[in-house]
Structures are given as C-alpha cells and as structure tokens.
Nanobody, 125 residues
C-alpha cells in the first residue's frame, strides 16, 4: 500500500506561484511513474502533468504547458508541481497519484493505482 499526502495548496492572486508537494509513505515510489490531476467544481478530474520514475520524461496538459513544472526527489519519496503564472481557471483540487502498473509517463486516470486526498488551489482574479 502507498499513502500519498499533498501539501502546498492555498489562495494566490492571478499571476502568482505555488509549489505543491506530494509525499509518499508505506512503500518506496522511486521506481514508479507519478502524476498530478485536478478537479474544478462541477467538472471532471483532468490530467495536469506526469513524470517517469527517473524524472527523465515528463508530460503536460496543453493548458499548463510552459507554466507548470513537475519534478521528483526519489531520495525523499516525493514529487512536486511548481505552478507559475497562475490563472483563475487553475482553481481546483489538485491530486497526486502513483502508478505501480505502467512505466514511462502515464497521462490517464485509469493508469494510476494510488491517489492522495487532494489540496485546494484557489486563484483569485
């Protein structure tokens, strides 16, 4: 079993930055792909970013490309999402996830096996 805990969310003005963290426990995740998803009120959960186990490969949703950066520190069993130039439409609950089934970068929800409970990000205009 893997437990994931997100942190770093909060309220920020448009144009600002936040850095989300996702700490894993219960099992090392250094050999597995990880990712970030988000869910805005009244909308379905959507893919944000993904990273391979080594960190050498990443993928982003078009809506965040060039503004968000995903990274990981396998020694700390943690992944990060640096979010810059935030927009009101980035407001959502952000979830981290780990896939123990697939390799590479995983961009679909069904590819992930473990999820955190989420952290709220609110961007004011």
């Amino acid at each position: 079993q893997v437990q994931l805990v997100e942190s770093g969310g909060g309220l920020v003005q448009a144009g600002g930055s936040l850095r989300l963290s996702c700490a894993a426990s219960g099992r090392t995740v250094s050999n597995y792909p990880m990712g970030w998803f988000r869910q805005a009120p009244g909308k379905e959960r959507e893919f944000v970013a993904a990273i391979s186990w080594s960190g050498s490969s990443t993928a982003y949703a078009d809506s965040v490309k060039g503004r968000f950066t995903i990274s990981r520190d396998n020694a700390k069993n943690t992944e990060y999402l640096q979010m810059n130039s935030l927009k009101p439409e980035d407001t959502a609950v952000y979830y981290c996830a780990v896939s123990v089934t697939y390799t590479g970068t995983v961009v679909t929800m069904s590819g992930y096996d473990y999820w955190g409970r989420g952290t709220q990000v609110t961007v004011s205009s």
